[in-house]
């Protein structure tokens, strides 16, 4: 499937990653669990409608988004990105997100280490 580069519209975005993510049926069942997947699959085309009242909200926007980058899916993102005037983000490999963390657990572990030693050294001289 060829995906335009530009979008007209936040709701056409959406629509895109929600294709690529299986379809409304699927994101809607993933979004609203307790109600019959028809019905969550309605309710999300008619929160894509700007005739209709129903919105999706920040946090559900927030699920479809982090679906979609585990999913390898940038649309929305990209997107929201361009919208606001920021440059195209650079989606985080999990390995090197996972290093990135150790690194930073290294050095506090290491910055533990020495304020152990200089509150032993401070310790010991005022006794």
């Known amino acids: 499937m ?36 028809d ?11 700007s005739e209709k009242r129903e919105k999706l909200s920040p ?3 927030q699920l479809i988004r982090r679906a979609a980058r585990k ?11 361009r919208d606001a005037g920021y440059a195209e983000p650079t989606p985080v490999n999990p390995a090197d997100e996972a290093a990135q963390l150790q690194k930073k657990f290294i050095q506090a572990v290491e910055e533990l280490k020495s304020l152990q030693t200089q509150l032993a050294a401070a310790q010991g001289r005022g006794a």
């Open 71 to 81: 999913a390898g899916i940038h649309i929305l993102a990209f997107y929201e990105c």
């Open 39 to 49: 019905d969550a699959g309605r309710r999300l085309a008619h929160c894509l409608n």
């Open 59 to 61: 946090g559900e926007l």
């Open 2 to 37: 060829q995906l335009p580069m530009f979008y007209e519209s936040y709701e056409d975005a959406i629509r895109d990653t929600i294709t690529g993510l299986g379809g409304m049926k699927q994101v809607g069942n993933m979004l609203w669990p307790a109600l019959p997947v």
